[in-house]
């Protein structure tokens, strides 16, 4: 294969197609952190109203949630973020 000379129209080209993926890339990245959702933990009975689930489902499956924090000995809160994020995923699964 041949090298491309400075001023060959493909190595332009190239490097406009380059230079618009990594524009394209920076703008994604900037979306997504500015969709951020400020977090904060809630008690059960708030996550169990917002998911529409029930206490007791809720330590259940504690452990197979990825949202699931515990704080110390018997106590759980679970990350207003991170149930959102889950929520919106299960709307494709």
């Known amino acids: 294969m041949s090298e491309l000379k400075p001023d060959s129209p493909t190595l332009l080209f190239a ?7 990594r524009q394209a890339v920076r703008e994604e990245l900037r979306a997504a952190n500015n ?6 933990l809630l008690e059960i009975e ?21 949202f699931t924090r515990k704080i110390g000995p018997k106590m759980l809160r679970f990350s207003y973020a991170g149930m959102l994020r889950w929520m919106e995923a299960k709307k494709f699964s």
Do not use: Q, T
Request: no cysteine.
């Open 46 to 66: 708030e996550a169990a109203k917002l998911l529409a689930v029930s206490v007791d489902w809720l330590y259940h499956n504690r452990k197979k949630l990825p």
């Open 15 to 21: 490097e406009l197609l380059m230079a618009a993926i």
């Open 35 to 40: 969709s951020h959702v400020p977090d904060r």
